[in-house]
T-cell receptor, first 114, second 116 residues
Framework: NAGVTQTPKFQVLKTGQSMTLQCAQDMNHEYMSWYRQDPGMGLRLIHYSVGAGITDQGEVPNGYNVSRSTTEDFPLRLLSAAPSQTSVYFC?????????????FGPGTRLLVL | AQKITQTQPGMFVQEKEAVTLDCTYDTSDQSYGLFWYKQPSSGEMIFLIYQGSYDEQNATEGRYSLNFQKARKSANLVISASQLGDSAMYFCAMREPPEGNTPLVFGKGTRLSVIA
């Protein structure tokens, strides 16, 4: 199993550009989440999904869209990039039910918005 | 209000010594799960240990143990026999209930530096 994969690893955008951060998992996990990590702030939840076709907002959703058309994929879209979106983005997944409490993270995408 | 509080922004420990990283949490639920993750300088998030609120014994995983004090709402991570490779950021996190469909909520982390 590859686990949780994220692409790209690094990205530089100009203000106003759009892009999609890709996230995929091969563990048949129902739950997937996107976090951003900024210095001194820990990890803050952007959006999450409890299954294909179901998404919900987290703590900091503004400026981001998500969709979950398949169990495996959970892309994060930046609609019009802003310097405040410079951050490290983590995707995570876990299974459903007792014994599936642990959340597994992808390697992260480092985004710089100029 | 902060659900997870990590009061130590940075800690130093001598190699081979034990160290305790503090974590307090806020919840009115009876069922919840507490997690610790390690983030080395390479950036990945590594799961270390999990404690369920109904678990009667403190969780242990190798050199990691979780000192769970429910009445005090604390879930401190204890690392025994510190190694240079333990230098990293450590995050405490919680989910209510542990197997539920809500995502993890994280504290702001503690940076641990192990000194030779």
């Amino acid at each position: 199993n590859a686990g949780v994969t994220q692409t790209p690893k690094f990205q530089v955008l100009k203000t106003g550009q759009s892009m999609t951060l890709q996230c995929a998992q091969d563990m048949n996990h129902e739950y997937m989440s996107w976090y951003r990590q900024d210095p001194g702030m820990g990890l803050r939840l952007i959006h999450y999904s409890v299954g294909a076709g179901i998404t919900d907002q987290g703590e900091v959703p503004n400026g981001y869209n998500v969709s979950r058309s398949t169990t495996e994929d959970f892309p994060l879209r930046l609609l019009s990039a802003a310097p405040s979106q410079t951050s490290v983005y983590f995707c995570a997944s876990r299974g459903r039910g007792s014994g599936q409490e642990t959340q597994y993270f992808g390697p992260g995408t480092r985004l710089l918005v100029l | 209000a902060q659900k997870i509080t990590q009061t130590q922004p940075g800690m130093f420990v001598q190699e081979k010594e034990a160290v305790t990283l503090d974590c307090t949490y806020d919840t009115s639920d009876q069922s919840y799960g507490l997690f610790w993750y390690k983030q080395p300088s390479s950036g990945e998030m590594i799961f270390l240990i999990y404690q369920g609120s109904y678990d009667e014994q403190n969780a242990t995983e190798g050199r990691y143990s979780l000192n769970f004090q429910k009445a005090r709402k604390s879930a401190n991570l204890v690392i025994s026999a510190s190694q240079l490779g333990d230098s990293a950021m450590y995050f405490c996190a919680m989910r209510e209930p542990p197997e539920g469909n809500t995502p993890l909520v994280f504290g702001k982390g503690t940076r641990l530096s192990v000194i030779a």
